[in-house]
């Protein structure tokens, strides 16, 4: 078989209860695959689990695991009040991770993953209907990353950029551009070119964002020129996507910093963070080169609903399906859970019952709602080798 080693890293509070969920979506890929994919686990912790065990948020060793002997890592969400902020935080312990593997294309993609979903959001359905667009944050420099200076009465953060950190960004921007519409992500509005590129900056005020904006002009200027780039000052972004959020339907290439927040902004078109999957790449790509990346919902570590069998797990299976295109090149398989996500959201296919949480309307619990994807993937994936033959 094709093996795949996938570093676990559950986290903190909600993390491991959805982490359960995902790995059993991924346990009926394997299962439905006649023995040509084979998925090796290997369970570690990252987080406020590792401080209270290690006195320290990510290991060396978990570090090293997830460079040297991992195809990519399935991340739940750190962090919780117990921790607070004080360096180093669990939180710190992901941004490790990421510089460590220099996971710096952060994709996060908003659409609505069914129709049913629309009334859901806080916009009126005729806005909101249509949104798809995938953010692309840059994830290992910027402020996030930048010398820091921390006193008791004075504190900084150096919000600094290079050219070639901007520059693979925005290639990857433009990979993204370019099969939208092809790999499931998008809805094939673009069949006829690449979508649209937004790229996002304040270079009416920062430095960085002058740099920002002027060589993402030059890459796509120079490499793409079949590709529509546009600029968008991020505080006029921010109100756009909620005025009308269709608009962006393509790429938004942005910082860390904007891509943090534009992402939640995100979670607030569609409705709730329940739903929405992110994949940290360490590479740019192509479709068929393995790469390794972080795959980890959008939300956080959600205190406030842990323990109860309250969470929404679709985001992490979501982020699991993102892992197998994106690291493992398995498009066919992802688009399968992602349709059955679908499939259980619309209700249909399991018996019309209303299989959903507490942030969509509904009562499910966690784990109802991953045997609901578990039981529709099965029949999606046995129908797919049978017409295969
Ligand atoms: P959060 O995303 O954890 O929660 C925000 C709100 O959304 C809460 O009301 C929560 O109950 C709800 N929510 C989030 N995910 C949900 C889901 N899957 N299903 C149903 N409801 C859901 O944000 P927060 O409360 O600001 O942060 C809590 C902790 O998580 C903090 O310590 C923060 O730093 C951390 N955090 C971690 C990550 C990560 O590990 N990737 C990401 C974001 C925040
Ligand atoms: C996210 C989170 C993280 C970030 C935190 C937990 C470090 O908010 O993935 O969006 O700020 O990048
Ligand atoms: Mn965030």
Redesign the pocket.
Known sequence: PQTFRILVLPGDHVGPEVMAEALRVLDVVQASSSGKIKFEYNHQIAGGCSIDKHGTPITDEVLRIAKEESDAVLFG???GPEWGTTYPNP??G??RLRQHLDAFA?IRPCTFYSRSLIPLSPLKPAIADGTNFILLRE?CGGA?FGAKVEEADFASDSWAYRRDEIERCARVAAALATTMGKDGLGTGQCPDGPATVWSSDKANVLASGRLWRRVTSEVFANEFPNIELKHQLADSLSMLMVKNPRMFNGVIHTD?TFG?ML??QAGGVVGTLGVLP?ASLCGIPDGHSRCNGIY?P?H?SAPDIAGKGLVNPTAQILSAALMLRYSFNLAPEAAAIEAAVQKVLDGKDIGGLEIRSGDLGGRATTSQIGDAVCQVLEQILKEKSNSSG
Do not use: Q
Request: overall charge negative; proline content about 0%; hydrophobic content about 20%.
């Open positions: 969400s750190v962090g939180e710190s992901l941004l952060n994830n996030y860390n943090d992402s939640d992110s980890e959008v956080g």
